[in-house]
């Protein structure tokens, strides 16, 4: 059973998760090399991955069998396991708990695309609704307190498989980041009586200067504090604190922007590996009126050094009034 | 002249420094290439650096001239500036100030080592003692609240350049890491009256399974909650809170344990890329009893995945005790 342990002094969770691992011997390897298709997540071979737990059958076929457009399965070397209590415990100054959480998958299309803009917007959209569906179900289990959707595009970024997926990472605990986003944007609600993301887009939207997309109703921003040259957001105009309450009528455009955003940053700077990670409100926050989903994307162009890592401190070489002009000026292949 | 901006959510503070960058079309090509030796680190290059601040030499021999066996220079691409004011300001929603600050460079050795273990212990001290001495000077400057001291071991780890060298990063704010750490740090000691760095000494040196070493004034250990395969942190054993306080009686033996471990982490894994960053009290902190100097290394045998990024929250498939036991366990050649 994987671990969650809590870093004493400044609270931070880890997932020690020895079961994914190579041996301590075999760190002298590196990188895992991608498989070239057709892989696992391929049609056709669905016996391949744990059994489906949502898919997109618009023909009404079977699960695990052909004819999908885009299915969600466990993650074969989960990082948290399912099954459980959490069993918090301390252990002299430290504390810990089980391991426990869902992992999962999510396969974006049944052919072998290497990413996710090579779909049209109504893929992308599939994949949209994918994590909605998924994070509204799995918001019902009392022990989960907050859901990752997150995309490791390219072997810089962490993917170990080159099929186009994203990954849902469900855990017990709201990850540090996200909480001092809840904190800070609280800060600023009970100040000011309004939500800090809602007052970026309307500076974003008025200054223009950091403008990447400028939607109906999003928009995609290259952010004032950016810590990576490129770092793109996209946030929806009007206030919305969880994406699992995003409505259907706003899947399509947003699918849309993420997708346009996506190949301009893939156009600009030569298809990068870029994370990408959804921020939403914690399943376990009550009524938050100061938090306001958003997409990030960070594309892996600069390496991170030493005291970035040390200090939580960030050099970033491209300003992002710049990074946002080039990205307006990439004309659409 | 660079930024210093902040994020208005989460309050971390970004250098914006177009200056050393290249064009946003650049960003096509990543990794720098890093030259091999000899280079303007070595002796006899002198005039490839900028005039040297404060450098060992024990023949007594003229700045900026052979003879030295560590020196200390500015950088030559500076993320800061050392002159002007900060000048901080607002921008609507947002905060920044100059990049005010400096960034030095320390040149570890006069031929062009690969690694500061190849050096001898007394090598070593040199630049320890290099590092305390520019701490004790720079701190006299009010603007200046941080000081950085980092390494970055290899191109995986953001150098670019290979003959060994250490940096110092001066910053007029105090990063979010290690304000957060400062605050867990107080939180801990308001209720217990204890530094929790000392009782993690206390705990580790009694349970042994993340011990990597074990020495009279100092500990390496493996810490509960590492984030990365092999972190390893350096702790002394009585309580300090800032590095620039360090007696000279303690710093032989500080450069033996440090040579020691990061021998072993270069035999156990085969010289992989490592950062290591110094953690001590801000210069901009008062007396806080709370905060205990130490070193963290990180080794980069995995990737960093995108939702490590979007969520601060991190899987580690070693747990430190094996990590521990098989660093224990190297031989040293």
């Known amino acids: 059973m994987p671990e969650l342990r809590k870093d004493p002094v400044v609270g931070r969770w880890v997932i020690v998760a020895s079961e994914r691992a190579q041996r301590p011997n075999d760190y002298r390897a590196t990188a895992p090399a991608l498989r070239n298709g057709p892989c696992a997540f391929c049609e056709g071979h669905e016996e391949a991955t744990p059994n489906e737990i949502l898919a997109i059958r618009p023909g009404g076929t079977r699960p695990n069998a052909k004819g999908w457009q885009a299915r969600v399965v466990p993650n074969k070397f989960p990082a948290l396991r399912i099954e459980g209590g959490l069993d918090k415990r301390g252990n002299g100054i430290y504390d810990l708990m089980n391991g426990v959480g869902a992992h999962e998958v999510v396969i974006e299309a049944p052919q072998h695309l290497l990413s996710i803009t090579e779909l049209p917007v109504s893929g992308v959209r599939n994949v949209l609704w994918l994590f909605r569906e998924r994070m509204a179900d799995l918001k019902r289990d009392q022990r989960f307190a907050y859901a990752m959707v997150f995309k490791n595009q390219g072997e810089a970024a962490g993917a170990s498989m080159e099929h186009s997926h994203s990954q849902i990472l469900v855990t017990p605990i709201v990850p540090l980041l996200v909480e001092e986003e809840m904190r800070g944007a609280k800060q600023f609600y009970d100040f000011r009586d309004r939500c800090i993301f809602c007052d970026i887009v309307e500076q974003e939207s008025r200054l223009q200067e950091r403008l990447v997309l400028d939607e109906k109703n999003f928009v995609a921003i290259a952010p004032f504090a950016s810590r990576f040259a490129f770092e793109t957001w996209i946030l929806p105009r009007t206030h919305l604190g969880r994406f699992e309450e995003i409505p259907d009528t706003l899947l399509t455009e947003l699918a849309q922007v993420l997708r346009t955003t996506l190949r ?3 156009q600009a700077l030569a298809s990068p590996a870029y994370n990408m990670v959804l921020h939403s409100t914690p399943f376990s926050s009550g009524n938050a009126p100061w938090y306001h989903w958003h997409i990030e994307i960070i594309p892996r162009v600069t390496r991170v050094a030493g005291f ?23 004309r659409d292949a």
């Open 264 to 266: 301009r940053i893939e």
């Open 308 to 330: 970035e890592w040390g200090s939580g401190f960030y050099i970033n070489t491209v300003p992002p009034e710049d990074a946002a002009k080039f990205l307006r000026e990439v």
